[in-house]
């Protein structure tokens, strides 16, 4: 069984700030903690990480992360490439105070999730898209990662079939779960074998939603119209997490 927790900042008043809900076993005993999400293009330091508290090493044996830009360890880099429009992600001066080149994290280092990686003594979470040196079935066996830098909550054909344009990426929340269940079978024989993968894993639900807000607020639709979105992301993601 597992809980959401939604984390803000309340030492950054002047932020807007983005709600992030994480998938955390409650037999973990996990204690609340706070640090800020800003839903930005530009490189950013995460280092209020330190006020998440973990698991202790050794309680999982792999992470399954779905979410957005805040979680992406390369998905839409790989993606980007593919179809032959780079994202500023794949270029400096992202990655430069850690990995010391670019990786596709829109971070100048390591995110939240590399963090829970390392309390938890496990590699960094591979992209389900590949990363620069490309990935197989065998590399998700320690963690997968679905989270793509702009994906909404909702799909993108809800935000069609109101008027809002087709410019959303296809990498919803929905298609990133969908996503996860097609490689499920690779990752584990039989019904008991998931079921005691899945008891293993930590899964981190999130960050997501905030581009929901985001790609409407940007393209000129009035308040009340986004605020009509809220109760609709939020039902998304618990039903995400219900699943």
Same mark, same amino acid.
């Given at each position: 069984?597992?809980?959401?927790?939604?984390?803000?900042?309340?030492?950054?008043?002047?932020?807007?700030?983005?709600?992030?809900?994480?998938?955390l076993p409650l037999?973990?005993?996990?204690?609340? =903690?706070?640090?800020?999400?800003?839903?930005?293009?530009a490189p950013r330091?995460?280092?209020?990480?330190?006020?998440?508290?973990?698991?202790?090493?050794?309680?999982?044996?792999?992470?399954?992360? !779905?979410?957005?830009?805040?979680?992406?360890?390369?998905?839409?880099?790989?993606?980007?490439?593919?179809?032959?429009?780079?994202?500023?992600?794949?270029?400096?001066?992202?990655?430069?105070?850690? !990995?010391?080149?670019?990786?596709?994290?829109?971070?100048? =280092?390591?995110?939240?999730?590399d963090f829970v990686?390392?309390?938890? =003594? &496990?590699?960094?979470?591979?992209?389900?898209?590949?990363? *620069?040196?490309?990935?197989?079935?065998?590399?998700?066996?320690?963690?997968?990662?679905?989270?793509?830098?702009?994906?909404?909550?909702?799909?993108? =054909?809800?935000?069609?079939?109101?008027?809002?344009?087709?410019?959303?990426?296809?990498?919803?929340?929905?298609?990133? &779960?969908?996503?996860?269940?097609?490689?499920?079978?690779?990752?584990?024989?039989?019904?008991?074998?998931?079921?005691? !993968?899945?008891?293993?894993?930590?899964?981190?639900?999130?960050?997501?939603?905030?581009?929901?807000?985001?790609?409407?607020?940007?393209?000129?639709? *009035?308040?009340?119209?986004?605020?009509?979105?809220?109760?609709?992301?939020?039902?998304?993601?618990?039903?995400?997490?219900?699943?």
């Amino acid at each position: 069984m597992a809980m959401a927790v939604p984390f803000t900042n309340p030492t950054a008043p002047s932020a807007r700030l983005i709600p992030s809900l994480f998938s955390l076993p409650l037999s973990s005993g996990v204690v609340h =903690g706070v640090f800020p999400l800003p839903e930005t293009t530009a490189p950013r330091r995460l280092a209020s990480a330190r006020h998440l508290v973990l698991p202790a090493p050794g309680c999982h044996d792999s992470i399954v992360s !779905f979410g957005d830009s805040l979680a992406d360890t390369g998905n839409l880099l790989h993606l980007s490439r593919s179809d032959g429009h780079p994202t500023e992600a794949g270029f400096p001066p992202y990655g430069e105070t850690y !990995f010391r080149r670019p990786t596709g994290r829109f971070s100048d =280092g390591r995110l939240v999730i590399d963090f829970v990686a390392e309390r938890l =003594g &496990l590699p960094y979470v591979a992209p389900f898209y590949g990363d *620069d040196g490309g990935r197989s079935v065998a590399d998700f066996g320690k963690g997968v990662n679905f989270a793509v830098a702009g994906a909404t909550a909702l799909d993108a =054909g809800f935000f069609e079939g109101r008027g809002m344009g087709n410019s959303f990426p296809n990498e919803s929340l929905g298609v990133q &779960l969908g996503l996860f269940k097609g490689l499920l079978p690779s990752l584990c024989n039989t019904s008991s074998d998931c079921n005691e !993968f899945l008891g293993k894993s930590l899964v981190l639900m999130g960050e997501i939603g905030g581009n929901d807000y985001n790609y409407p607020f940007f393209m000129g639709s *009035d308040l009340e119209e986004i605020q009509e979105l809220v109760p609709l992301v939020l039902e998304e993601i618990v039903l995400a997490i219900n699943v």
